[in-house]
Structures are given as structure tokens and as C-alpha cells.
């Protein structure tokens, strides 16, 4: 069974501490890892998506990296309007559906 | 602008009623999904459609039904069935071609039964 898991559960920083927040996964043959941003009552936001190891993409503070088998969004110099919670999803090949699974998310909160 | 609209962005339902969750998108995309968001859980997929006219059963779909008449529109029934509809409701899109951005979410509906 696809699996995915996100840690820390949660996460408190300052502002400027930098930090990274992980996405381990456990599927048969990845399609695609995405990322999104989730504010409090509100839709998820996406960021980003990778597809294969190695993979990097950036924006503004947010940079994602996949390996075979994690991803890590790493955050630097965080500000406050950077405290959500970040979910992590995997899609595979189930019969040709464009099934995502997600983690749990990381709620982040950045402290002025 | 382009986007997921999704009605009401609250709801109240007694036991015993049905009640219908709209979602339309302005994307041109192919694939709609409904998730499902309860507190300390990961979103999970209560129905998709990759094409109009067709839809997939996901992981919860017991005590939902979905439609796909229109390219735009994917509405949802909670159905007096399912025993616990109290959550977030969030509709999804997407192109459904390998490679492509997305999903994309709208602002979901919080449905409570009273």
C-alpha cells in the first residue's frame, strides 16, 4: 500500500531560522510528488511538483528536493506569512487513475 | 480569472437529509477529485472523474454520489448513508496529463451536521 509520511508533525521556528520539513514515501513506481501550502480554513495552495530523484525546484524562500525516497522542502529565512501547514502527496499507477495519497501535513509556525 | 469555485463555504445538515456540495472550475481540465479533511488526518479521496460522463470510486466513497455532466461542474451528494459527514470538503482539478502542474484546489465547504 502507498504510504506517505510527513515530520515533523509540527514545527516552531523564528524568524530567519531556517529549516527543513520531510516527506517520506513508500510507493511503486512515482509518478509525481507534490507539494502544497494549506492556511487555516482554507483550500490547499500548490507549490510545487517533482518527478524524478534529483529533481529541485524553488520559490521565493520554499526549495523542494526528491530523493528515491523522501522529499524535503527546505525553508530559509522564514517570516511569519510563511506559518501553515504544508502537505506532501505521491502519485503512482493504480489502473490508470490519477490517485494523489497525502501525508498528514507539517503545520509550521514561524514566530516574529 | 481562472479557478475552483466551490458553494456553499458552509453548511448545516439535520440527520436524515441529503445535501448537495457544488464545485465548478474555469480551467479546462479534464480531471476533477472530491477529498475529504478531518483534524490529524491526510486528505482522502472520496470520488474523481477523468472524463465527463465517468467517474471512479476512491477510498471513502461509501455514502456519496457524484455526477459529471459538464466538463465544469463535479457536484457532490452527501447522502443521509454516510455516518459521520461532518469535515472539510475540498474539490480538485487537473489536466490528467503526465507531467502537468496541479492538482489545483478550491476553497472547500465545511459541512456539519446538526
Known amino acids: 500500500e502507498d504510504q506517505v509520511t510527513q515530520s515533523p508533525e509540527a514545527l516552531r521556528l523564528q524568524e530567519g531560522e531556517s529549516s527543513s520539513l520531510n516527506c517520506s514515501y513508500t510507493v511503486s513506481g512515482l509518478r509525481g510528488l507534490f507539494w502544497y501550502r494549506q492556511d487555516p480554513g482554507k483550500g490547499p495552495e500548490f507549490l510545487f511538483t517533482l518527478y524524478s530523484a534529483g529533481e529541485e525546484k524553488e520559490k521565493e524562500r520554499l526549495k523542494a528536493t526528491l530523493t528515491k525516497k523522501e522529499s524535503f522542502l527546505h525553508i530559509t529565512a522564514p517570516k511569519p506569512e510563511d506559518s501553515a501547514t504544508y502537505l506532501c502527496?505521491?502519485?503512482?499507477?493504480?489502473?490508470?487513475?490519477?490517485?494523489?495519497?497525502f501525508g498528514k501535513g507539517t503545520k509550521l509556525t514561524v514566530n516574529p | 480569472d481562472g479557478g475552483i469555485t466551490q458553494s456553499p463555504k458552509y453548511l448545516f445538515r439535520k440527520e436524515g437529509q441529503n445535501v448537495t456540495l457544488s464545485c465548478e472550475q474555469n480551467l479546462n481540465h479534464d480531471a476533477m477529485y472530491w477529498y475529504r479533511q478531518d483534524p490529524g488526518q491526510g486528505l482522502r479521496l472520496i470520488y474523481y472523474s477523468q472524463i465527463v460522463n465517468d467517474f471512479q470510486k476512491g477510498d471513502i466513497a461509501e455514502g456519496y454520489s457524484v455526477s459529471r455532466e459538464k466538463k465544469e461542474s463535479f457536484p457532490l451528494t452527501v447522502t443521509s448513508a454516510q455516518k459521520n459527514p461532518t469535515a472539510f470538503y475540498l474539490c480538485a482539478s487537473s489536466t490528467g496529463l503526465a507531467g502537468s502542474l496541479g492538482p489545483f484546489f478550491g476553497p472547500g465547504t465545511r459541512l456539519t451536521v446538526l
Open positions: 502527496a505521491v502519485q503512482a499507477p493504480q489502473g490508470g487513475s490519477e490517485k494523489l495519497v
